[in-house]
């Protein structure tokens, strides 16, 4: 009785979850009076039920089909009605059939509940062999309960020699020997599930904001809301397994197209935001046995430039550029966040760069490939090419003679997958001229198949496949985009308390700037260009606060590039006009992105004008947004009173919805800066095509010099990239942060004194050939065995002396002995936690330096111990006089016993 009435209650809820579409209206839809409106919201097959639900995603009343594929969402319906005839209905993702017409719409209100209406079915990206009783079940590599490796040469075995080859190209064609269907590498995920067939995903703030939260928690739990949307996408069908992000190659350069796409320039920070958004994104809680969706960690190494045309005529772009990087930057800069994202975040894969190291291709790089990361850090996983860079080792590096030797050469280096299809395209003639074997694609192919094993392609239907269409979009999702940006929002400067804002005094908001409605533009780069509903919130949207707020609005200069000044008085006038005024300003993906570099760390000469015009204007000191993925000199921002408040948001994209609570005053900011703010100087100093991170003489001419006989030019001069290495004074240092609350700290607890005998035994164990990298496990068990954590603890006391409550990010840097001399690092971040402290609490924040934070790369690249006395300190000083907290410690001495090498 109690059983039939669940089942029955069960019934009932599971009708009334999803969409219905009740008495369709038809109506003409011309071209240029589209009456919904021409953001067409369905990215493949649809129903009328699914096209209810993605609006009702975005919180419309009205939906709208046409042609059988596309989807409109609206609130307002103004137009001529049709003969309902003229409109079809029936449709069921089908393409041919016509729900809707031709320019005609068919519209009805949206009226959902409870679950959400999945999409359409189609045919599904993934199959898996082995299910059902199907000649595969019984084969060995259907045999769930044999090892891995014995399942993985199984299936090797069995494919024809036409196949082994299809299968070493991203795009896979099907494999008939083992049942499967075409299978595709290659998808993205850095900021959201990318493409996913005609769903709408989350879009998350892009890295070069979330890492300025400086929580694991937040990273940890955006890589796994992307990695679950990415399995609820495969389970649904409209989803492959296998997502290139994150990139951790470092922001080293102010000016290099792909920061954006980064957690900053500290290879210590990039490398626990890659443990921490991977193990998220790979490791589902519910099933420990499988990976959730496979990451990749890229671009395998040292490939931060895009496209550079310097005044002299001097050209590189990524494809061509062979990045001469000493060893020393390769292994205590370039590479280690790499090793951090393998041995500590289990990556499943690791794509090998465009770029040559000293002369090698990355993708033909056996050193970097085979022995680092396979050999010295345990790599278990796959290795993707990026797309055409192994055509590039032959096309565009000339690193060999013919094609089929390039073959050869990625192939043995160890690249297992080729994007898009040049290796497939000429294995069978490196087969024929004996420079491969077939066992050297079966080499290949085993580290492929192993992966999607991991993946429970070929397992038993488990955890993973429950994984609900429902997780995409839902609530939850959309408040842990926007709260990444609370957390991550950077308060760089706030006098008189210009921030935060009151809704109910604030008045008339002008929101004026480049920037002002920015997010549709940059959604779709790396991540979805459908976010949940369609919805690509502003600035706008976060201060007018669902309309409580009055705003008005302009651009001022039409873009962030344009030197157009001619609005800049209207601009002006609508600031006089404003209680309050907020600019919209910085880069987008037109100033900088994938394929070319900024030319400029200032703001254009327009975009000055405008903020000194407009802030001159206002009635009283204005509030300047910065919206960069590239740092820019704010210099003159700084010091004009008339700005009152500077706040940083990075590249929020539609996620900056999120920053409300802040700028209303509800939550107070505690996000860090992750990039050094230069003076533009900078930029005539050092060429972008100069990898050095340490200072000095550069081999590459000023940038500045506009002969065009590069040889007549004054060579530059390298002033250090980053906080660990340069030597100027920055604008805005590494780590700068305010907060609308005072914090103070005091150390409680500190080492004196530590023995660096353990770390000595250590690396004197590297001697091994190409062990160049102690590996981290052994860090760990000598760290551990040595009661390290417990002797080089540090407590720091973090008091809230503010009135309200807040978040604190607390930094631990370390100064090394001899700091800044013969390649040593100015100081190094150890550690750093963000917590949660109640106005008047004291909170308690331990933090310990690694062992490895007390060694020196030689230029040759090798560790050795550092020993002698190290400064430490909390918080940044620059920070202090505004409120924040900040400490010295004692100095510790750090040692080796004589006695060691008698004993
Ligand atoms: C909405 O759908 C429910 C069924 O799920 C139906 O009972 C109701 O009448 C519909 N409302 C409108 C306004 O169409
Ligand atoms: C799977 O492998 C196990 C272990 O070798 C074996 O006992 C079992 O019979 C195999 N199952 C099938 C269906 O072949
Ligand atoms: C490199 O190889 C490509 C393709 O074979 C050729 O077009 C180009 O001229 C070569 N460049 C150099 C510098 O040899
Ligand atoms: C920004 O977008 C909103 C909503 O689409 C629009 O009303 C406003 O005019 C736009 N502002 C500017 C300055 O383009
Ligand atoms: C950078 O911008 C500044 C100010 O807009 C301008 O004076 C300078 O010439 C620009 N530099 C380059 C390299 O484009
Ligand atoms: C870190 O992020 C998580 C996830 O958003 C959040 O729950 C937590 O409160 C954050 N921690 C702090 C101290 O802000």
């Not at 060893?327 to 090793?339: A, G, K, T, W």
């Not at 330096?849 to 790369?857: G, K, N, Q």
Request: a negative charge; one cysteine or more.
């Amino acid at each position: 009785m109690m059983r039939k009435t669940l089942v029955a209650s069960l019934l009932v809820a599971s009708a009334r979850a999803g969409c219905t579409v009740e008495s369709p209206r038809c109506y003409a839809d011309r071209l240029y009076v589209r009456i919904l409106g021409h953001d067409n919201v369905a990215m493949g097959p649809i129903t009328p039920q699914y096209c209810a639900q993605l609006c009702a995603n975005g919180k419309f009343a009205l939906a709208g089909t046409e042609f059988g594929s596309e989807c409109y969402c609206g609130d307002k319906l103004t137009g001529t009605p049709r003969k309902s005839t003229e409109c079809k209905t029936a449709c069921n993702g089908d393409r041919k059939q016509q729900c809707g017409g031709f320019w005609s719409i068919s519209v009805f209100d949206v009226n959902c509940s409870g679950a959400p209406e999945p999409p359409p079915k189609g045919p599904p990206k993934l199959v898996n062999p082995c299910l059902g009783d199907t000649k595969f079940s019984k084969m060995p590599f259907c045999n769930s309960s044999l090892a891995i490796d014995e399942r993985v040469a199984d299936a090797v075995k069995r494919m024809t020699l036409q196949e082994k080859i299809g299968a070493l190209g991203t795009d896979t064609p099907a494999i008939s020997s083992l049942g499967l269907p075409r299978y595709n590498w290659w998808s993205e995920a850095s900021s959201g599930v990318a493409d996913a067939g005609n769903l709408q995903t989350t879009k998350f703030p892009y890295p070069i904001t979330t890492g300025m939260s400086f929580n694991r928690s937040l990273w940890t739990m955006v890589g796994r809301q992307i990695g679950r949307e990415a399995r609820a996408a495969m389970n649904v069908g409209q989803a492959f397994s296998s997502f290139w992000a994150p990139v951790i190659n470092l922001a080293r350069e102010p000016r290099w197209g792909r920061n954006i796409e980064t957690p900053g320039e500290d290879p210590y920070l990039t490398g626990e935001y890659a443990e921490n958004f991977v193990r998220g994104f790979q490791e589902a809680p519910e099933d420990p046995y499988h990976v959730q969706a496979s990451a990749c960690c890229k671009h395998y190494v040292a490939n931060e430039m895009e496209s550079t045309t310097q005044p002299d005529g001097e050209h590189q772009d990524r494809e061509h550029v062979d990045s001469e990087v000493s060893m020393q930057d390769l292994v205590d800069s370039y590479m280690r966040p790499f090793q951090t994202c393998v041995e500590k975040g289990r990556v499943t894969s690791l794509m090998c760069s465009y770029n040559a190291v000293n002369g090698v291709p990355s993708c033909a790089n056996d050193w970097l490939l085979q022995t680092i990361a396979r050999d010295n850090w345990g790599f278990d996983g796959y290795i993707t090419s990026d797309c055409d860079a192994d055509d590039d080792v032959f096309s565009k590096h000339n690193y060999t003679k013919t094609a089929e030797e390039a073959v050869k050469a990625v192939l043995h280096a160890g690249t297992d997958i080729d994007c898009v299809s040049f290796v497939p395209q000429h294995a069978q003639s490196a087969l024929d001229k004996k420079l491969i074997s077939e066992e050297d694609i079966d080499a290949r192919l085993k580290m492929l198949f192993r992966v999607r094993m991991r993946l429970s392609h070929f397992d038993p239907t488990g955890p993973l496949n429950s994984i609900s269409y429902s997780e995409i979009c839902s609530d939850y999702a959309l408040k842990l985009s926007q709260d990444a940006v609370r957390q991550s929002a950077v308060l760089i400067k706030n006098l008189q308390g210009t921030l935060p804002l009151d809704r109910a005094t604030v008045g008339t908001i002008a929101v004026i700037g480049p920037n002002t409605n920015l997010s549709q533009s940059d959604a779709g780069y790396y991540g979805p260009k459908h976010p949940c509903g369609n919805r690509f919130y502003t600035l706008l949207d976060a201060l007018s606060s669902e309309g409580q707020v009055k705003t008005v609005s302009a651009l001022g200069v039409p873009t962030v590039l344009s030197e157009d000044q001619s609005g800049i008085p209207a601009a002006v006038e609508l600031a006089k006009g404003a209680d309050t005024v907020v600019l919209a300003v910085g880069t987008d993906l037109s100033w900088a992105a994938e394929g070319h570099d900024a030319k400029n760390i200032s703001f254009t000469a327009a975009q000055q004008a405008l903020i000194e015009k407009v802030a001159e204007a206002a009635k009283k000191p204005v509030i300047l947004v910065t919206m960069t993925a590239t740092p820019l000199d704010l210099s003159a921002v700084l010091a004009n009173p008339k700005i009152g408040a500077v706040l940083h948001l990075g590249q929020p994209s539609v996620a900056v919805l999120g920053i409300a609570p802040i700028l209303y005053g509800e939550s107070s900011p505690a996000g860090r800066t992750i990039q050094t703010v230069y003076k533009s100087s900078y930029q005539d100093q050092i060429s972008i095509f100069d990898f050095g991170m340490r200072p000095g003489p550069s081999k590459y001419a000023r940038p500045d010099c506009t002969d065009h006989t590069v040889s007549r030019c004054p060579k530059g001069t390298n002033p250090g990239r980053t906080y660990r290495f340069y030597t100027g004074q920055a604008v805005v240092p590494f780590g700068f942060g305010l907060s609308y609350t005072s914090f103070v700290y005091s150390i409680i607890k500190q080492p004196q004194r530590l023995s660096l005998d353990a770390l000595g035994g250590l690396l004197g164990k590297l001697n091994g050939p190409g062990q160049t990298f102690p590996r981290t496990a052994d860090v760990e068990s000598a760290m551990m065995s040595s009661s390290w954590s417990q002797l080089a603890e540090f407590v720091v006391k973090v008091t809230n002396i503010g009135g309200r409550d807040s978040d604190d990010v607390v930094l631990g840097f370390l100064t090394p002995p001899s700091a800044g001399k013969d390649g040593v690092p100015l100081k190094i971040l150890f550690g750093f936690q963000r917590v949660h402290i109640k106005a008047g609490a004291t909170a308690t924040v331990t933090l310990y330096p690694s062992m490895l934070d007390f060694t020196r790369v030689s230029p040759d690249g090798h560790f050795s111990v550092l020993a002698g006395e190290y400064g430490v300190h909390f918080g940044v000083a620059e920070t202090h006089a505004f409120g924040m907290g900040y400490v010295e410690g004692q100095r510790i001495l750090g040692a080796e016993s004589p006695t060691r090498y008698f004993v």
